[in-house]
């Protein structure tokens, strides 16, 4: 992320009165194989999106216990899903998408790292009629919400989740929340245009303009009893957490799972998953635990 640049357009979105109207995305389920493809390029461990990708998988740790049964709503290719089982082997997942290509690649994903506790499965996550009522431990949900075509849709997917979670489960949303300005939208979408592909940009762009407001979003998150904390990049609402932690203490086994992984990462990409790390540190979410001894 270019931080002068990045600044300026968050202090703009700051300023800014207007709000930008919500354009829903052209193909609400990503079926297409060049566009499936190219989003799990940039999600794979050297792609554009893997910090992002490490930053969700750490914050998710806390809803997290060992033994749970967790379900991943809109898992696409399951690059973030394997990122969270990866650091949470004592658990068991579901991963639900709605397009069929998707499903394709995240088995191949999954075979191929050996992810032998996860499960993939075709449905709506507006009608998860397969699965019982308080079947879950703990739901999942990572920038896959701005897919659903209305507020509606976004209500029906909440009430959903919260039907399949047991009570007092574990919440880990997050997604893009929608920019005031064009300008801004169009700024983050190119930011990083020469380490992704025209069409993964393109669909970059169209995911911003189809996120839900801040407002749209706090709305659908209430219907959750106990509604989970809201935490947002500082500045303006780039990108939003909704989660629900768990009592337990995290276990010395995750930390040193996510120190190991941090230091496998790239320097660029550590200075990137710093980066988010301070963003949301600045409006009051920190990490689950320190880095480094």
Request: net charge neutral; charged share 20%.
């Amino acid at each position: 992320m270019s931080g002068p640049a990045m600044l300026l357009h968050m202090l703009l979105e700051r300023l800014s009165w207007q709000e930008q109207p919500r354009v829903p995305e052209p193909v609400l389920a990503m079926d297409d194989p060049a566009q499936v493809e190219a989003f799990w390029a940039c999600g794979r461990e050297d792609g554009v999106l893997a910090p992002l990708y490490f930053f969700h998988a750490v914050q998710s740790l806390v809803a997290i216990r060992p033994g749970d049964r967790v379900l991943d709503l809109a898992c696409g290719p399951a690059n973030q899903l394997a990122e969270i089982a990866r650091l949470n082997p004592d658990a068991t997942f579901v991963g639900v998408d709605i397009a069929s290509s998707m499903l394709t690649l995240a088995r191949q994903n999954l075979s191929g790292q050996n992810l032998t506790h996860v499960t993939l499965q075709q449905a709506d996550i507006t009608d998860l009629r397969d699965f019982e009522a308080a079947s879950f431990d703990a739901v999942t949900c990572t920038l896959s919400l701005h897919h659903l075509p209305d507020q509606a849709a976004l209500r029906q997917a909440t009430r959903e989740l919260q039907r399949v979670l047991k009570p007092g489960g574990g919440i880990y949303l997050s997604d893009f929340g929608r920019l005031k300005r064009a300008a801004t939208q169009r700024y983050f979408a190119h930011d990083r245009a020469t380490e992704q592909t025209p069409l993964f940009t393109a669909d970059y762009l169209n995911s911003l303009r189809a996120a839900f407001s801040l407002r749209e979003l706090s709305e659908a998150a209430a219907l959750l009893t106990p509604p989970p904390h809201r935490f947002q990049t500082s500045l303006a609402p780039f990108l939003l957490i909704f989660r629900r932690a768990r009592d337990s203490p995290l276990p010395d086994a995750a930390r040193a799972r996510v120190r190991q992984a941090f230091a496998r990462m790239s320097a660029v990409q550590q200075q990137d998953f710093q980066a988010l790390t301070q963003w949301f540190r600045g409006a009051g979410l920190g990490l689950p635990l320190a880095l480094r001894d």
